[in-house]
């Protein structure tokens, strides 16, 4: 919630059955949705029965595809939706996805020359938000009890296999690497020289490069704790494998720009 707070031209629509502990951000919209009206909703959007449950919510990857369907009638006023993932601090979106990558683009993910379950953005029209057609079986595939990382593997394979046909592909920036990856969080050592950064709305891999967004879905096995709450409004936060911390005598992080790229330092 701090991270999104900081991105004021982005929004978010959160669909859960949770309720939220604390005040949430004006950007940040909570809609209340039990599991059963998700798996009507995509039953009655698709065409075939889709019945998610709650042992095995996994499963609910494989529908994010769809989403730009399923919830036509909230993203309607939206030139643009992305699907995403809760074990997630945001940084500055909007330095990465410019006016101008947005309007040369139809499709963008984080992750290098594939999509990624955490950020994948579409162009919201009727083209890309059936997309996911073009993986054969796709609808069987969603209705399917097991998973089948829809929204990575199978997505990501039909999109190379298309590139070779340029009149109808999709234009796709997925170049960079936007994120931390999983190999690169397995990677990071236990204490010094393991922290990442969230400062004043941006996020720092551990050795202070800028990145969109930290992703720790290979870490949080091992973080158990936060130091601050829904009320407190941190300037700088680190973040390892034992937690996310409030370091309240740290001074915030020197930001420094070349050739186009953002740096930082502790100081």
Partial sequence: ?????????????????????????????IKPMQLHEFNRRCSET????????????KKLSDLKPAYGLVFADDLRSFDFWAYSELD????????????????????????????????????NNERMNRAFEIVPDAIRIMADPRHFRLDERPFTRHLRAEDSSPESFPRIYWDPQL???????????????????????????AEAHELMYLHFHKLKKHMYSINFG???????????????????RLQPLRVHEAAGTRTAAVV
């Fill in 88 to 123: 997630v601090i945001w940084g500055d979106i909007r330095y990465f996805m410019t006016d101008g990558l947005l309007a040369e683009h139809d499709l963008v993910s984080a992750t290098h020359y594939k999509l990624c379950g955490h950020f994948t953005l579409f162009r």
């Fill in 230 to 248: 829904f009320e407190d409004a941190p300037a700088t936060f680190m973040i390892n494998r034992r937690g996310v911390h409030c370091r309240r």
């Fill in 46 to 57: 698709l065409g075939a029965t889709i019945d998610v449950q709650p042992t095995f919510l």
């Fill in 179 to 205: 994120t931390i990856s999983a190999e690169y969080q397995r990677a990071l050592p236990n204490g010094p020289g393991g922290n990442l950064w969230w400062c004043r709305g941006k996020t720092y891999d």
């Fill in 1 to 29: 919630m701090r991270s999104c707070r900081e991105n004021p031209d982005v929004r978010w629509l959160i669909y859960t059955d949770i309720e939220v502990a604390g005040p949430v951000p004006p950007n940040v919209a």
